[in-house]
């Protein structure tokens, strides 16, 4: 088989790994309006070898967002203890942010400001009209683009 030729049939999930599940879900669940498909606690052999880790304990949460089917795995681990890395930037190497489409940015914009939610602009709209964004941070410090499409000009 060519390699990439009919190998990947739709994305999954995106996984993020946070310091604290509760203030992830207060921003992804109650704030975003994302919906709880699984939630879990996983350890053993088996997590253990499938991630390169001793003694692992994690905990998952899955969210969906309307009626994609990609969705978005929060992974808080007990053990190991994660590592301390910055923030990252929109420019730095590897997956900088994820992007969810809304149905109003500014009013979602303004809510999120009143819950203390970081923004790194106001809400603009693009160049070619066709959508409004945002760029925010969630309570780990990872970007999140808030973007509302537009009808066509």
């Not at 489409?101 to 790194?120: E, P």
């Given at each position: 088989?060519?390699?990439?030729?009919?190998?990947?049939?739709?994305?999954?999930?995106?996984?993020?790994?946070?310091?604290?599940?509760?203030?992830?879900?207060?921003?992804?669940?109650?704030?975003?309006?994302?919906?709880?498909?699984?939630?879990?606690?996983?350890?053993?052999?088996?997590?253990?070898?499938?991630?390169?880790?001793?003694?692992?304990?994690?905990?998952?949460?899955?969210?969906?967002?309307?009626?994609?089917?990609?969705?978005?795995?929060?992974?808080?681990?007990e053990s190991p203890e994660p590592g301390?890395?910055?923030?990252?930037?929109?420019?730095?190497?590897?997956?900088?942010?994820?992007?969810?489409?809304?149905?109003?940015?500014?009013?979602?914009?303004?809510?999120?400001?009143?819950?203390?939610?970081?923004?790194?602009?106001?809400?603009?709209?693009?160049?070619?009209?066709?959508?409004?964004?945002?760029?925010?941070?969630?309570?780990?410090?990872?970007?999140?683009?808030?973007?509302?499409?537009?009808?066509?000009?």
């Amino acid at each position: 088989m060519t390699p990439g030729k009919g190998q990947a049939r739709n994305l999954r999930h995106l996984g993020i790994v946070v310091r604290d599940m509760e203030k992830s879900l207060a921003f992804y669940r109650d704030l975003l309006g994302m919906k709880v498909t699984s939630r879990r606690e996983e350890t053993g052999a088996y997590l253990d070898t499938l991630l390169g880790v001793k003694h692992g304990k994690i905990q998952t949460v899955k969210l969906s967002a309307g009626g994609g089917a990609t969705l978005l795995e929060l992974i808080e681990f007990e053990s190991p203890e994660p590592g301390a890395d910055p923030e990252r930037q929109v420019n730095t190497p590897g997956p900088t942010h994820i992007a969810v489409t809304v149905a109003d940015v500014k009013r979602l914009s303004a809510a999120l400001k009143r819950n203390g939610i970081r923004f790194v602009s106001e809400p603009l709209t693009s160049p070619g009209r066709r959508a409004r964004l945002a760029f925010c941070r969630d309570p780990e410090g990872n970007l999140v683009e808030l973007v509302e499409e537009r009808p066509n000009p």
